[in-house]
Nanobody, 120 residues
């Protein structure tokens, strides 16, 4: 699965952004990860291929929503009430092995990343 992430940008704290991840295939489980400057990549959210199961990191629960439109082969990450600590490069990832967890090892395909900067 080939992935193309987009939608990053500069936003003020408290604002919103929606990231998109366009894929070359439809039946895959997907996730978003992020990597802040000087930190390791961390899990953000995951969704199964049908959209019936979702999973969030505690740090974004209640603020971020992962969803998908399989007719468009696209996964979204709606980010609300953004905080400066959400600043990071956001990566989408895909799994073809029925996995929606927080381990990077579960995802075989990765997009190129899109930068989100939240100013205080």
């Amino acid at each position: 699965v080939q992935l193309q992430a987009s939608g990053g940008g500069l936003v003020q704290a408290g604002g919103s952004l929606r990231l998109s991840c366009a894929a070359s295939d439809r039946k895959y489980d997907a996730a978003w990860f992020r990597q802040a400057p000087g930190k390791e990549r961390e899990f953000v959210a995951a969704i199964n291929w049908s959209g019936t199961s979702v999973y969030y990191a505690n740090s974004v629960k209640g603020r971020f929503t992962i969803s998908r439109d399989n007719a468009k082969n696209t996964v979204y990450l709606q980010m609300n009430t953004l905080k400066p600590e959400d600043t990071a490069v956001y990566y989408c990832a895909a799994s073809l092995s029925d996995y929606i967890g927080s381990s990077q090892r579960g995802y075989a395909s990765w997009g190129q990343g899109t930068l989100v900067t939240v100013s205080s």
